[in-house]
C-alpha cells in the first residue's frame, strides 16, 4: 500500500524525534480507547492501515475496521488476522448496524460536511453507546483567522473551543482532552508545525478556495524539494540500524499523554457518550 504520510503504516524508520512522536500518537490513542472498549463491540471508522483495530481487538468483544479505500482494506486483511476482528469498507457496513464504541481517529479534519460526519456516525451508536475522535489542535499549526491548513489532505482544522462547540450541538456529554507529552519529543513536533504555517502562509491564505490552496502547496513543495536537492548535492542523510534503535529505545506510547489541562499538547480527542 501506498504510502502518502496521511494513513499511518506501522514501522521503525523514523528520521528524526517529530516523526517518532507522530507514531506515538497513533498507538497511544488506540491504546487508551482500549479503557472504553473492553468486552463491547467497536467500531474503527477510518482504520486506514488497520493497526489500530488491531489493538482495539484484544479487549474488545468484537471490532470491525471500516475505511473508503479497498486498497487500506485489503492490505488491512492482509496484515492483522484475528477471530474477533474484521475490515470491510464503509459500502460493506450493515445498514442500521449499531456498536458500543465508535472511534474515529484523524479523521474529521478530511470531512468537508462535519455535522453530517457526526449525525452518522452518532447514528450507529447503541444507546448510552461512546464516540472517540481525534484530530490536530489547530494552535500551533495555523495562524488564527487568516490561514487555512497547509496539508493538503486536511478540509479543516479545529481549535479546542470551535470542537467543543462542534459536538455540543449533537450530544449532550462531551469531554475534551488535549494529546501531548511532558518530554522532549513533542518540542521538536511543536517547532515543526510553526515552521511549516510560516512557510506556508503565503499559499494557505483563507480567503483562497481549496483547489487553488492545494495547486499552492504543492507548486511550493516542488520548489523546495528541488532547493533542498540542489543544497544537498542530492545526497540524503540516513539514519544507521545501531542509531535509529538508540533513539527508539528512549520512548514508548506512555510518554504520550490525555489530560483536560496539558502545558504542550499537539492533538485533540473528543469523547461524547449518547443519552
Known amino acids: 500500500m501506498k504510502d502518502t504520510g496521511e494513513r499511518h503504516i506501522l514501522n521503525e524508520n523514523f528520521k528524526n524525534k517529530s516523526e517518532l512522536y507522530l507514531h506515538l500518537i497513533h498507538i497511544a490513542t488506540y491504546e487508551y480507547a482500549k479503557n472504553f472498549t473492553a468486552g463491547k463491540k467497536v467500531l474503527d471508522f477510518g482504520c486506514g492501515s488497520g493497526y489500530g483495530a488491531k489493538i482495539l481487538s484484544e479487549t474488545a468483544a468484537y471490532a470491525v475496521g471500516v475505511d473508503i479505500s479497498e486498497e487500506a482494506i485489503d492490505f488491512a486483511k492482509k496484515e492483522y488476522v484475528s477471530p474477533n476482528l474484521d475490515f470491510m469498507t464503509y459500502t460493506e457496513l450493515a445498514e442500521n448496524e449499531k456498536f458500543d464504541v465508535i472511534t474515529s481517529f484523524q479523521v474529521i479534519e478530511h470531512v468537508k460536511n462535519n455535522s453530517e460526519y457526526i449525525i452518522n456516525l452518532k447514528k450507529m451508536l447503541a444507546p448510552n453507546g461512546i464516540l472517540i475522535i481525534s484530530t490536530p489542535d489547530r494552535k500551533n499549526r495555523l495562524f488564527s483567522h487568516i490561514q487555512k491548513p497547509w496539508n493538503i489532505f486536511h478540509i479543516k482544522e479545529y481549535s479546542y473551543k470551535s470542537l467543543k462547540n462542534l459536538f455540543d450541538n449533537h450530544f449532550r456529554t462531551v469531554e475534551i482532552l488535549k494529546i501531548g507529552s511532558n518530554c522532549d519529543l513533542i518540542f521538536e513536533e511543536i517547532a515543526r508545525t ?14 483562497y478556495p481549496d483547489f487553488f490552496r ?8 516542488i520548489l523546495f524539494e528541488s532547493l533542498k536537492r540542489i543544497k544537498s548535492g542530492s545526497k540524503k542523510t540516513e539514519v544507521t540500524g545501531l542509531s535509529r534503535n538508540t533513539f527508539m529505545s528512549e520512548y514508548t506510547y506512555e510518554d504520550i499523554l490525555f489530560k483536560e489541562e496539558l502545558e504542550y499538547s499537539t492533538d485533540l ?3 461524547s457518550k449518547n443519552n
Do not use: D, E, G
Open 269 to 271: 480527542l473528543v469523547i
Open 194 to 207: 510553526k515552521k511549516q504555517r510560516n512557510i506556508a502562509l503565503p499559499a494557505t491564505l483563507f480567503f
Open 214 to 221: 492545494v495547486s499552492m502547496l504543492k507548486i511550493q513543495r
